[in-house]
């Protein structure tokens, strides 16, 4: 007959067993060697995602009205918050006063220029008359002036033609010279046409600012989807920058963060298996989109420094987008920020990698 101890001792040493090997069992599933190898990768480190947009003003101003409340559908275009548009409607108006009087300018320089180029007429006309007294001037010296030699004609006479054969030389002079001016006064319209077209163009584009601004002061939705919490109150000073509210789009996705250890038979178009904690685990499908081209360490504020004092190797995460299948009602239950827990399922016919270091 077994005496006690034999028993108790017997008893110490089977529980013993069971607890070592429990412990080899936890550390090969943890491990994830045979016999608890699987092909099913997954994580709880996952969300959904979603292009959120923040509205915010292009100018400040006073908030006039507010049109829509929290968690509104909005659709493209429409008007959410009105701004005190006053200041913005006189600035147009200013805008285009100004426009108007660079307009009259130019087209006060139009008429100068066809003012100018009619003195230029006027002057040739009074070159061509200069050039036929000096020729009948001319003439008129060469028939006096042999008569003089030869005594038939007086002094007198030859002074006469001669003064008036000078005079209609410095009338042509005069007469180029009035010519030359009136063509350098066309060349100086023309070349202040140019400022005032260009003053013209500014003008125009200080009315089109002017009518951008105007419309700023009514913010729209710049795409369809829901409202978050509005922060717009009525008569709030508001400044460009300044959050009013955000709209959520209907097209959500999923970021997976995989350990870099999960990812080695992962691969782009595999199917995906999503459990969203505030759908009780409701399931929706989906599949790998494309992969993050570095690790979430490396996009961080403060960048892991792994060279320096001691090293504790720890395993970094690998986002990764996966496309939601279209055409699930659950689907459309869900939001940006939710939690989601991921299983891909690699057991697809691709070669597996081998010596993968387990999961930290």
Not at 53 to 70: C, H, N, R, W
Not at 73 to 96: C, M, N, S
Not at 166 to 174: I, T
Not at 273 to 283: F, K, Q, S, Y
Request: glycine share 6%.
């Amino acid at each position: 007959m077994s005496s006690p101890n034999r028993i108790l001792t017997s008893k110490a040493s089977a529980l013993a067993a069971l607890v070592g090997i429990a412990g080899v069992c936890l550390a090969l599933y943890a491990w994830r060697l045979p016999p608890f190898t699987s092909s099913v990768e997954s994580t709880d480190n996952a969300y959904v995602r979603g292009a959120v947009t923040m509205i915010s003003p292009k100018l400040d101003g006073y908030v006039a009205e507010v049109f829509v409340q929290d968690f509104m559908p909005v659709t493209a275009g429409q008007v959410l918050v009105q701004l005190d548009d006053r200041i913005y409607q006189q600035r147009l108006a200013q805008a285009k006063a100004t426009l108007a009087a660079q307009r009259a300018a130019l087209a006060n320089s139009e008429q100068q220029r066809r003012s100018k180029e009619a003195g230029i007429a006027v002057s040739q006309a009074g070159v061509d008359g200069a050039e036929a007294a000096l020729a009948r001037a001319s003439a008129d010296w060469k028939r006096v002036e042999p008569l003089l030699d030869r005594g038939i004609s007086t002094q007198a006479q030859a002074d006469q033609s001669r003064a008036a054969f000078e005079q209609a030389q410095a009338s042509l002079a005069q007469a180029k010279a009035a010519g030359e001016v009136a063509r350098q006064d066309l060349a100086s319209v023309i070349v202040n046409r140019n400022s005032l077209e260009a003053a013209v163009a500014g003008a125009e584009a200080a009315v089109r600012l002017a009518e951008i601004d105007l419309q700023n002061t009514r913010i729209v939705a710049p795409q369809d989807g829901e409202l978050g919490e509005v922060g717009a109150r009525l008569g709030q000073y508001v400044t460009p920058g300044t959050q009013l509210m955000a709209i959520v789009p209907d097209r959500v996705w999923i970021i997976a963060n995989f350990k870099e250890t999960q990812i080695a038979r992962l691969h782009d178009g595999l199917p995906a298996l999503m459990a969203v904690d505030a759908l009780h685990g409701e399931a929706i499908t989906g599949r790998i989109a494309r992969f993050s081209p570095a690790a979430g360490s490396e996009f961080s504020v403060l960048r892991p420094d792994n060279a320096t004092g001691n090293f504790t190797k720890v395993a970094q995460r690998i986002p990764v987008r996966i496309e939601i299948d279209p055409g699930q009602p659950a689907a459309r239950r869900i939001s940006p920020g939710m939690s989601v827990v991921v299983s891909v399922d690699t057991a697809d016919g691709t070669p597996q990698a081998t010596g993968a270091a387990p999961p930290s």
